[in-house]
């Protein structure tokens, strides 16, 4: 007898699904272009005293600190600045990006106090370092440091931190807030390798006392990744602006270091390892 096979089933004839490449992440570094708006008080082009070279300096609005000799107290209030989106501040600054680089300069975040608006502040350096190709600066108090996330923190190239006082009383007296967040904010800069120039306000009869000066110094050399320290001689171009706000400028009477006061202030971080400019 002849077995019988069951039939062969008959298949569905599928479509042929063509095999597309993936797609590519997004690279790190490239502009979100997000919609991302916030106050700027101003913008300017300056060369050496925000950065190395001549560098296009974004002024934010608002700051939390209210520190005695405040040349642009005008900033303080982000009420004060004009709201501006992310994509206008970049195409402003690529007008001057080829005459930027020639100088060796680059693109800095002042205030006012960036991280008060740090989405706006990391939209910023994000497109100025990976849109522009600039360097980037943030200026900084560093009271604000535990806003600024690693993402912002790695597109900034180097961070200018005011360290105002060593003393805590002083630092209060001289800022109406507490030290430590800064101090925090710097070790952390430190654990990360980020470049840092220290910002001391040399001030008579206020910061300039032998004890607050070392103990500045002695931290900054601690840190590791302090490349240069700023002695700023204390000065009252800012009075005009404070009676201007009907505000009183309470260090009207104080008088400007002498230079041989600002040298033996550097001098102390010299004697730490640490480049006083």
């Not at 700027?40 to 609005?61: I, M």
């Not at 100025?128 to 535990?146: I, M, N, P, R, V």
């Not at 700023?230 to 005009?240: I, S, Y």
Request: charged share 20%; hydrophobic share 40%.
């Amino acid at each position: 007898m002849t077995a019988v096979l069951p039939a062969t089933p008959v298949l569905p004839v599928l479509p042929v699904v063509p095999v597309l490449p993936a797609t590519p992440a997004t690279p790190a570094g490239a502009a979100t272009h997000r919609p991302v708006s916030g106050s700027v008080h101003s913008w300017d082009l300056s060369t050496g005293v925000d950065g190395p070279g001549t560098r296009f300096v974004t002024f934010l609005a608002g700051c939390p600190l209210n520190c005695l000799y405040c040349h642009n107290p005008d900033t303080l209030k982000m009420r004060n600045g004009t709201r501006t989106s992310a994509d206008a501040m970049v195409a402003e600054a690529a007008k001057y990006t080829t005459f930027i680089r020639a100088a060796g300069g680059g693109a800095t975040i002042s205030g006012g106090e960036p991280l008060l608006q740090a989405v706006f502040a990391g939209e910023l350096f994000h497109r100025y370092k990976h849109e522009l190709g600039l360097h980037t600066a943030l200026d900084t108090s560093g009271y604000l440091g535990a806003r600024a996330t690693d993402a912002l923190l790695r597109d900034v190239d180097l961070v200018l931190l005011d360290i105002k006082s060593w003393d805590r009383a002083t630092y209060t007296e001289v800022t109406g807030r507490e030290l430590r967040p800064t101090l925090d904010f710097a070790r952390r800069l430190a654990d990360l390798g980020k470049e840092v120039h220290v910002r001391f306000v040399l001030v008579p009869g206020l910061t300039d006392s032998a004890e607050n000066i070392e103990g500045v110094a002695s931290f900054a050399a601690s840190l590791g990744n302090v490349s240069r320290v700023d002695v700023l001689p204390f000065h009252k171009l800012g009075e005009a602006k404070w009676e201007a706000l009907g505000k009183d400028f309470t260090l009207r009477g104080t008088p400007s270091p002498t230079p041989d006061e600002v040298q033996a202030a550097k001098a102390v971080f010299a004697a730490h390892g640490l480049q006083a400019i």
